[in-house]
């Protein structure tokens, strides 16, 4: 790697550089080269401070921690596609057709976000920042596999620029960028994001064509639908809600957890989310006081519209709540975004408890918004820096009258 390195900046950078034939590309050339190295320059002034884990190995870390739930969410595309045409689910046929259905999301993603930023950094003549390397796969992981690309890169592109880059660019933004383009989505495009339709990718085997065949006989799933577990809320009717899975079995607890269940890609099991919980937690880049506060938050609340219950979305125990749409993903990776959650120890518990109180109240009193996370996320977003505030007040405060004694 050593000689990669100097055979890069001695025979390829001199052509980034100022005066360099592709000069106007010396962000892209920038871009890739911190990617692939850490940067031999530091910071000359306002840092007391220098520590090895930089923005770069954070963000590589979190996308680590990504890595069980997008595989398990790649299986379980294929798995729901071949269930919802009565074949039987077979792994590495799955597997491979999710993520063929999969991977130009990615691509897109990565492409829109990393280009714009590009551009801007050039632009602007400052280095490419790293946060997009965690929003790019965030975002595939977070909406129907089924989406236009199309709509994929608009709604990337609103994000970028508008939740990003209007701000100051990475450290800056005030609202989650990956939830921003689903939030985007959501009110652009509601058909597409509502839940009530069984997140599906139809095509053959290999995520191309019209159908797959099935003991030499041709099946389609274009038409397929049926509604998604929070997208039964709705719809629910008696004393209870019961969850049902692709093919209307009634789901169990195991089921839920383990996550073979309609649902976007990265956030149907929960147990591929708490082992990416238990990375970031040991490796110190998520708050576990965050991710703790909530879910107290969130189970606490449906407990207690359990003892109130007089509609069906109030019965579901808290334990379903939890395990069901993106409450643990967005617990886990969005909550405890360093940037735009609260950053005070005492704020973290009150910002995540609100997070879950808030979702839960979503979800059972508006159906129509069937997945509360993103909304609660963004909502606390706004707030973050205002629970800090008084945080930071209450506690100058406490040594003002102490040191006044």
């Known amino acids: 790697m050593k000689s990669l390195k100097n055979q890069l900046d001695k025979n390829i950078k001199p052509h980034f550089e100022k005066g360099g034939k592709l000069e106007k590309l010396h962000a892209l050339y920038d871009a ?25 190995r954070t963000m590589s870390i979190v996308i680590l921690a990504l890595i069980p739930a997008l595989l398990f969410g790649m299986y379980n595309v294929g798995y729901q596609h071949y269930l919802s ?29 990393l280009g714009i930023e590009i551009v801007i950094a050039q632009v602007k003549g400052h280095e ?32 970028v620029v508008f939740a990003k880059e209007v701000f100051g660019g990475t450290g800056y933004n005030v609202f989650n960028v990956a939830l921003v383009t689903r939030a985007f989505l959501f009110f652009a495009y509601p058909s597409k994001m509502s839940g009530d339709q069984v997140w599906v990718r139809s095509g053959n085997s290999f995520g191309f064509g019209d159908a797959t065949v099935v003991d030499g006989v041709a099946q389609t799933v274009d038409a397929y639908s049926g509604a998604t577990p929070l997208g ?37 099991s929960t147990l591929a989310i708490l082992i990416g919980a238990l990375i970031l937690i040991t490796l110190g880049v998520a708050s576990w006081k965050t991710i703790f506060s909530v879910f107290a938050g969130g189970m606490l609340t449906a407990l207690l519209l359990n003892t109130l219950s007089v509609i069906p979305a109030m019965s579901i125990s808290p334990l379903q709540h939890v395990l069901l749409g993106g409450f ?58 205002v629970i800090d505030y008084f945080i930071v007040e209450q506690n100058i405060k406490k040594r003002l009258k102490r040191a006044s004694k």
């Open 128 to 159: 490419v920042q790293e946060g997009f390397l965690v929003t790019g796969i965030l975002i595939p992981m977070i909406v129907p596999v089924d989406t236009p690309l199309w709509m994929i890169a608009l709604a990337t592109a609103f994000a």
């Open 32 to 56: 890739v080269d911190t990617f692939l190295f850490v940067p031999n320059s530091t910071s000359k002034s306002g840092v007391h401070i220098h520590d090895a884990r930089d923005s770069k």
């Open 85 to 113: 045409i009565g074949a039987t689910p077979v792994f590495w046929e799955s597997f491979v057709f999710g993520l063929l259905a999969i991977l130009p999301v990615i691509i897109v993603s990565y492409a829109v976000g």
């Open 232 to 268: 039964q809320i709705e719809s629910a009717t008696g004393n209870s809600v019961v969850f049902h899975d692709t093919m209307g079995n009634p789901l169990s607890l195991w089921d839920m957890f383990v996550g073979l269940i309609p649902g976007s890609v990265g956030e149907t």
């Open 328 to 385: 643990a993903f967005g617990t886990v990776f969005m909550a405890t975004d360093p940037v735009t959650s609260a950053r005070t120890e005492k704020g973290k518990w009150i910002y995540g408890f609100l997070i879950g109180v808030l979702t839960i109240l979503i979800r059972v009193f508006n159906p129509g918004f069937p997945e509360g996370m993103m909304l609660a996320i963004l909502f606390m977003n706004a707030f973050a820096p």
